[in-house]
């Protein structure tokens, strides 16, 4: 393991719910009573200010190495609740905690790139969720200072059209699935959200009336900075109203103890369902599948990436250019001269 490098420091953020921005100072969350997004000059300008009024600084301790995984964990995720989206602190937890419980009382400076390795070889784990776990992990772990030597990261995958499930199949896994299960799976084969949408859905985001489902916080709201809006299908639509009926309020997707499924809970779920049915399914399979006979029915690519949360056609371009409109018009193109 190299030498740790000097851990950095958390630098202010802005809270949209209290329109403030925020830092540490002295290990310990401030609010820099500058208001306004569009205040970040003066925001930094008021945290360097502060930092200078104070000896110590808001970096951590210069032993990284005294502090347990656990403890570093907690303290990352505590960072982080402020500075990132709750989907983005949700992927955080997903990785972390099972991590550092895999490992109780071990001091993070310890911690080997094998171990990391270990941890991500999981059978229900695709190349690009060992690739998500080891960097999460390793940005984690830098965040502290220690930087470690060894670690093997694979390539995230770009399946797009491989990994398209037949109607067929995923009726199959669908009628084949348990409780709440087949109505997520089914909720996902209807819309073709992401994954993440579907297992933090909540009965009031949900307008039924319209037939639409308005999210403010999602996976590119920071880049396409305005809410996505998942359009539902007259099957979508009673997919949910059954849901709503059931609970009323709060998570509409639920595990048989009545908390809501997450993400590793509902891959593991489909992994035993691929195993008893013979099948390859993904969640994000699911999604692949809506894209594909989407675009396949002549359905316009820019149409497509609005029903799919894109900011532009670009991802659409990248993984299913033999079905857009272009290579539609061309083939359409030859058939006026060539059978």
């Given at each position: ?28 969350l ?21 930092l ?35 989907s ?30 270990d ?15 080891i ?13 470690i ?26 009628n084949?699935?348990?409780?709440d ?17 579907a ?49 009323g309020?709060g ?9 809501p ?79």
């Amino acid at each position: 393991m190299d030498t740790p490098a000097m851990p950095r420091m958390t630098r202010p953020f802005f809270r949209t719910q209290k329109n403030c921005w925020y830092a540490k100072i002295n290990g310990k969350l401030k609010s820099l009573g500058v208001y306004g997004n569009n205040k970040a000059r003066i925001a930094f300008a008021v945290w360097i200010k502060l930092l200078a009024e104070n000896k110590e600084t808001s970096a951590r301790p210069s032993q990284p190495e005294s502090v347990s995984l656990i403890q570093l964990t907690n303290d990352f995720l505590a960072d982080s609740k402020g500075r990132v989206l709750p989907s983005t602190h949700s992927f955080y937890q997903r990785f972390l905690c099972p991590f550092a419980n895999k490992y109780p009382g071990r001091k993070a400076h310890q911690i080997s790139a094998t171990e990391i390795h270990d941890f991500a070889t999981k059978p229900t784990w695709s190349n690009s969720t060992r690739h998500d776990a080891i960097t999460t992990i390793s940005t984690m772990l830098r965040w502290h200072g220690i930087k470690i030597v060894g670690l093997r990261i694979p390539p995230k995958e770009s399946k797009g059209i491989s990994s398209v499930i037949p109607e067929r199949e995923a009726m199959e896994i669908i009628n084949a699935a348990k409780g709440d299960m087949g109505k997520l799976l089914q909720f996902l084969w209807l819309t073709g959200c992401r994954p993440s949408e579907a297992l933090n859905l909540q009965a009031d985001m949900v307008d039924l009336k319209h037939s639409l489902i308005v999210l403010r916080e999602h996976k590119t709201s920071r880049v396409t900075r305005r809410p996505r809006i998942i359009y539902l299908s007259a099957d979508a639509r009673s997919n949910l109203l059954a849901q709503a009926k059931k609970y009323g309020s709060g998570f509409l997707f639920r595990s048989g103890n009545g908390k809501p499924y997450t993400l590793n809970n509902a891959n593991n779920i489909l992994w035993r369902l691929n195993r008893r049915l013979g099948t390859k399914a993904t969640l994000y399979g699911f999604r692949h599948s809506f894209a594909t006979d989407g675009l396949a029915n002549g359905v316009p690519e820019t149409h497509m990436a609005e029903l799919l949360g894109h900011k532009s056609t670009r991802m659409l371009s990248a993984h299913y250019s033999h079905l857009g409109s272009k290579p539609m018009a061309m083939r359409a193109a030859v058939a006026l001269f060539r059978k």
